[in-house]
Every structure is written in C-alpha cells, then in structure tokens.
C-alpha cells in the first residue's frame, strides 16, 4: 500500500486538528492509501485529550490566558511549542491496528531509530527495569510528566508519546516528538536539552518520515494536498475545533 505524504505545515491547534480528522474521513472513504504528515504551531498551544476537564486547564494561571484546543485522540495535555508533531492515518484493515498496541509499537520503534542515528538512545518505557523506569505520577496532566508503557523515554525523560482515535474503516495516530524545553513547561526537557542534536522540527520531519513511513510496511509517496481537503477541514474547523460547545465539552 502507498502512504501519501504531505509537506511539514505550521498552522493554529484548531485548524492541525481539523487536518488531521479531514483525512480520518478521507481514509475511511478511500482506504486505498495511508495519509502521513508533520507540522508545527503557529502559536504555542495547549492541546487537551479528548477526556480532559478544560475547567482543570483553566484553573491553572499558567494554561488561563494560553491558545488551547481539545484533540480528537485522548491522553493527557500537550504543550505544543518546541516539538515535531506526526499523524499517521490508515485503513482499518492494515495489519498493525490490531491489537491498538501494534501501531504504537511501530511508530515509536521507527521514531526510536531516528533517535539512536544521533545518539539519543530512546527507549519504550514498559521495557525498563524499575530503577531505569522510576516513578511514574499516576494520571497527571500534562502527558509528558507521566509515562505510560508504550512512550519512549531517554534516561527517565519522556520524549515521545502518542495517542489515536477510531472511526469505521480507519485509525489516526498523533505522535509528539519534544524537541527542546518550552518556558511555560521547564519541568520538561526535550532531545535538544539532553544530547548534542538540531531542535528544528523541519530537520526531525524529513528524518521521521523517511523512516516511519517504510517501517508500516507502507511506500512513501510525496503528495500534495488532494482536492477537497482543505475545503472539508476548514468546515470542520469551524463545527468542530472551533466551537465552544467541542472545547468545554469536559
């Protein structure tokens, strides 16, 4: 199966989430190809799990005033700013979303070789003994202060983390990479603060793709934006990502 592959794009939390929930739909249509892409944001941005408490959020001084949206996937708050951002999105049929855990597995072991070609030696958190793992908050937050089996981590530190959401006929993955420690989150060091590598997120995109995408069994086939989709992302933007009634939901 090919995989489609789109060009890294910065854009605003609501309208990355109605990208990537454009081509949820486009999947479950068209389950001919995989969607992949990377992107940034434009404006530093808190994103909450689907089950999170947006009153929690705003209850914190320092999330009150920030950019904040409420993601499709579930797991706890990210802070977008200094991280790469991927979305994989596939046929409910391919053979690794079965059981959830496969695609997880995939994803990070890829992203965990990207990590080891520059000596950042990242590993899936359930594999550590219990002095390499440490402890781990029960529930917390924001996702990267906690540490769930499937996340990988470099000397105790969370650096990548995923979650997914499912629909009839296809499976998206979002996947944050934490590149370098943020301001508003300096309880979190990224791959930058802790090994000699490039905290730019274009450098970690061509380098994440051309490793991942091959890893699903899938060919990677550079594609530009299929007609149609920025029209239906931009509508759900507006009904979705956008709205009040979606983002105060919990």
Known sequence: MICRVLPYQVAEGATNMAIDEALLDLVARDPSA?????????????????????AEAEAEPRWRDAAKVRRATGGGAIWHEHELTF??????????????????????EATAQVLASLAVDARRHGDLGPEEAGE???????????????????????????????RAGAVLQHSSLLLRRADAVPELPGAADLADVTDDPRVWSDRIAGRLVPALGLEPVAADWPEGLREAAEAIERRVYRNPEWNHKR
């Open 136 to 166: 781990t908050p029960d529930r917390p937050f924001l996702c990267f202060a906690g540490r769930d089996g499937e996340d990988l981590v470099h000397r105790g530190v969370k650096l990548v983390g995923s979650a997914q959401r499912r």
């Open 34 to 54: 995989a969607w992949f892409r990377t992107y940034g944001w434009a404006t530093p941005t808190l994103s909450l799990g689907y089950f999170q408490s947006w």
């Open 87 to 108: 979305a994989i999105v596939v046929p409910s049929d391919h053979p690794l979303t079965r059981p959830n855990t496969a695609l997880y597995r995939a994803v990070h």
